[in-house]
């Protein structure tokens, strides 16, 4: 994620002693330099950034949305995280966010679902609801990233092998609205991790 002349990145570090959230001074971008780094907790997987605040996704065996205020990107600081109301479950796997408006957005790749928290006060997330599709296990069967455009959430299934739209125009009760398998379902979307969405297209990794 990049704000202004700073990248933040996080990293699943091999030891757990080891940072795993930088910010990067890219300025120049032939010699970036460090500015910072913390370390919060092995399994980071991604990170949104909104206004002053970094939203870090911790998909290790801690299941969690981590908040790390960026004000001052010389010294990021963590200031909470929440794992839901039934922790290890409520964002089992959290492999990708994306913060649109006062909410994040979470895919949860072990509980093949998308969560939604409110974050409207960032000292004080609030997880207000989650949706699992139409089959719970198989419509979103695991959850891979999600991109957040207007009133829609569109998610990767990496074992589904498809791509998921949701309605978040109401974010208390998300509703799952279509799918798209491709033209031959299990090998057009085979193993789909990424999507990004631009205009009136989804782009996706597979």
């Known amino acids: ?3 202004e002349n700073t990248v933040f990145i996080v ?3 091999s030891d757990p002693k080891k940072p795993d ?3 990067i001074n890219v300025t120049n971008i032939d010699a970036p330099v460090e500015r910072a780094n913390v370390d919060i907790g092995k399994g980071l997987n991604s990170i949104s950034i909104m206004g002053n605040y970094a939203y870090v996704a911790h998909v290790s065996s801690t299941n969690q949305l981590q908040i790390i205020d960026i004000s001052n990107p010389d010294s990021p600081v963590y200031i909470t995280e929440t794992r839901g109301p039934v922790p290890g479950t409520s964002l089992n796997g959290a492999a990708s966010v994306f913060v649109s ?3 994040a957005y ?3 790749v072990d ?3 998308l969560a939604v928290i409110d974050i409207s006060n960032p000292a004080n997330p609030v997880f207000v609801s989650i949706e699992y599709g139409p ?3 198989t419509s979103l069967d695991a959850a891979s990233s999600v991109f957040v455009s207007g009133k829609y959430a569109y998610i990767t299934n990496l074992f589904r092998d498809s791509l998921a739209v949701i309605d978040i125009s109401n974010p208390l009760d998300p509703i799952f609205v279509s799918e798209e398998r491709g033209s031959t379902p ?3 979307l085979d193993g789909a991790i990424g999507v990004f969405v631009s205009g009136n297209y989804a782009y996706t990794a597979n």
């Open 1 to 3: 994620a990049v704000v």
């Open 11 to 13: 990293a699943d570090a």
């Open 21 to 23: 959230f930088y910010s």
């Open 101 to 103: 408006g006062n909410y």
């Open 106 to 108: 979470v895919a949860n």
């Open 111 to 113: 509980g093949d679902s």
């Open 135 to 137: 089959t719970p296990g």
């Open 186 to 188: 299990g090998t057009s």
